[in-house]
């Protein structure tokens, strides 16, 4: 009976041990700070050369081309010709609207001394007052018609100056769609005009560097074709928001070009010197994991237990990330060991050379520290 309730006890002791879950030990992971550093950042861009004025000069009037008086290649001033579009026709159409308002200026005056006649033979009885009415109603339109051919004059003189086709703006002509002798309506295009001298160079910031930023600022500029020479440019105007899709700022910077050789579209890089930042939060490349919902870092509480961070990261250097938010000098980071690991996971932190970690103390993190 003894042996039968010793053989009972020891079945269900095994039958326990068999059902209880395996108690897993905490894994290891290498721990630093996040560190303080100052940071001198070179602050680059990209950008493209842009006309500071770039127009289609179109037709103002209908007619046949009579002369063409630039050619593509060309440059010219503002207000200079560049083609004729009959003008000798608006000069007739001139002369015509002046005889027109030669004659109705007549028939005004006419109407008025007419008037002026009948008013006082109405004050004196003989005129009836339905007389007055009429040569009333008569000096309105002639008078009325003396407005509209002075207008018409005023169209035609329009016109006489629209026929000479005229350079809005100083710059160079780089493309012609007319030819002399062909009939064009208004809004034809006729010459494409660019301004070449000064020319602009237009590039984004992102919006942390937008401080760093101010008109009359002088910046370098280098193009592919002269990759190895450096054209100066001052900044001469900064866009008044931050674009809420590439949180970027919008700059233009003039650059000298009075030998031509700078062209509108050219890729540019645009150099805008050294910015000294101080106490920047940077953390080793290697604890930045790349997952589906943006960068993210493991930060390690009190408790030994971690806290799965999204983080957003900036320059990067020797090693080092800089971490614009998510994390602030002083917090302790998993820099190895933290593929596996999930939020709230319980861990045995340990310094970089292997030793066991309580608060690892603040100081700069070390660069290119291993992945295993």
Not at 42 to 52: F, P, T
Not at 352 to 357: I, Y
Request: proline content about 6%.
């Amino acid at each position: 009976m003894r042996t039968l309730l010793v053989l009972t006890l020891l079945g269900l002791t095994l039958a326990c041990a068999e059902e209880a879950p395996p108690v897993e030990a905490a894994p290891p992971v290498v721990v630093v700070p996040v560190a303080a550093r100052d940071l001198d950042v070179r602050i680059e861009a990209n950008g493209e050369l842009i006309a500071r004025n770039q127009a289609w000069v179109a037709a103002e009037v209908a007619g046949r081309v009579t002369e063409i008086v630039r050619d593509e290649g060309f440059e010219v001033t503002e207000g200079e010709v560049v083609a004729s579009i009959d003008p000798e026709r608006r000069r007739l159409e001139v002369a015509e609207a002046r005889a027109g308002v030669v004659q109705a200026e007549a028939q005004s005056a006419e109407a008025g001394r007419e008037h002026t006649r009948i008013r006082t033979l109405h004050e004196k009885g003989v005129a009836s007052q339905a007389r007055l009415e009429q040569v009333e109603t008569q000096l309105r339109l002639a008078r009325s018609r003396r407005e509209s051919a002075r207008a018409r004059l005023g169209v035609a003189q329009r016109a006489l100056a629209d026929a000479e086709v005229r350079a809005p703006f100083d710059g160079v002509i780089a493309e012609r769609r007319i030819s002399s002798g062909e009939f064009v309506q208004p809004g034809k295009p006729l010459f494409e005009l660019v301004t070449l001298d000064p020319i602009d160079v237009e590039f984004r910031l992102p919006e942390a560097d937008a401080s760093r930023v101010a008109l009359g600022q002088q910046v370098d500029v280098r193009v592919a074709p002269w990759p190895d020479e450096v054209f100066q440019a001052v900044v001469r105007f900064i866009g008044p928001r931050v674009d809420a899709q590439t949180h970027t700022l919008l700059v233009r910077a003039a650059v000298d070009n009075a030998d031509r050789r700078l062209r509108p579209g050219f890729f540019a890089a645009v150099d805008l010197g050294v910015a000294s930042r101080k106490g920047v939060a940077m953390i080793p490349e290697e604890a930045v994991l790349q997952r589906a919902d943006g960068e993210v870092a493991f930060r390690v509480g009190a408790d030994q237990r971690v806290e799965r961070l999204l983080i957003e990261t900036g320059e990067h250097r020797d090693g080092l990330v800089e971490i614009v938010a998510g994390l602030a000098p002083g917090d302790r980071i998993v820099v190895r060991g933290h593929y596996a690991l999930t939020n709230g996971a319980q861990v045995q932190p340990r310094t970089p050379d292997g030793q066991m970690a309580g608060d690892v103390a603040e100081g700069p993190p070390p660069a290119g520290t291993a992945t295993p």
